[in-house]
């Protein structure tokens, strides 16, 4: 059974460049979150959605970051421009509503990200 | 607004020591509660995690934890540790009528051989 997938793996881009990064969650599940992952920061929730419908953005740092979920299979997290802050492993999670047992998140092996 | 605090930023043992990272969360609804660990490089695995029932949990690779209620509480134990244990371990809440997960902020454990 295939796990959350995440693409790229890895990317190196220039400042100023536009930067897509792609999931696509478990089969079945209703909840997609992005976080982000820094040494300063540790792990933010940068924000999630349900059935597609994104439920809360507050975590999303600034109008450069916007995140889709066109359908139940796939979810774009883009920043446009990046900076070289912005660099960091960027993880994508799928799970079941919360109140099933089986509500477990379960975790893509992330986008690292490095912006120069 | 719902948070995860985690008492120990890093904490250094040698093997066969015992273990206990803290966690503690504000929620005042129902919450779901986690523990993830992340091994050097590689993503988030789930170690154990309390839904409801029997406040002790065990997970895997010999870990447990105690949710308390009135503690608000979910501290992370093992009896005696080993030097494959070395990695960075989240506490995280959900809640169970958001749906949101928020992490602590990591404890890296580094363990002595």
């Known amino acids: 059974d295939a796990g959350v997938i995440q693409s790229p793996r890895h990317e190196v881009t220039e400042m100023g460049q536009e930067v897509t990064l792609r999931c696509k969650p478990i089969?079945?599940?209703?909840?997609l979150f992005w976080y982000r992952q820094t040494m300063m920061r540790g792990l933010e929730l940068l924000i999630y959605?349900?059935?597609?419908?994104?439920?809360?953005d507050s975590g999303m740092p600034e109008d450069r970051f916007s995140a889709k979920m066109p359908n139940a299979s796939f979810s774009t997290l883009k920043i446009q421009p990046s900076e070289p802050r912005d660099s960091a492993v960027y993880f994508c999670?799928?799970?079941?509503?919360?109140?099933?047992?089986?509500?477990?998140?379960?975790f893509g092996e992330g986008s690292w990200l490095t912006v120069v | 607004a719902q948070s995860v605090s985690q008492h120990n930023h890093h904490v250094i043992l040698s093997e066969a020591a015992s273990l206990e990272l803290g966690c503690n969360y504000s929620?005042?609804?129902?919450?779901?509660l986690f523990w993830y660990v992340q091994y050097p490089g590689q993503h988030l695995q789930l170690l154990l995690k309390?839904?409801?029932?029997?406040?002790l949990v065990k997970g895997i690779k010999g870990f447990e934890a105690e949710f308390i209620k009135s503690k608000f509480s979910f501290n992370l134990r093992k009896p005696s540790v080993q030097w494959s244990d070395t990695a960075e371990y989240f506490c995280?809440?959900?809640?169970?009528?958001?749906?949101?997960?928020?992490f602590g902020q990591g404890t890296t454990l580094q363990v002595k051989p």
């Open positions: 999670a799928s799970s079941f509503v919360p109140e099933t047992s089986g509500n477990t998140i379960y």
């Open positions: 089969s079945g599940h209703d909840y």
């Open positions: 959605f349900n059935n597609n419908v994104p439920i809360d």
């Open positions: 929620y005042g609804g129902t919450v779901n």
């Open positions: 309390y839904f409801s029932g029997d406040p």
């Open positions: 995280a809440v959900r809640s169970g009528n958001t749906g949101k997960l928020i």
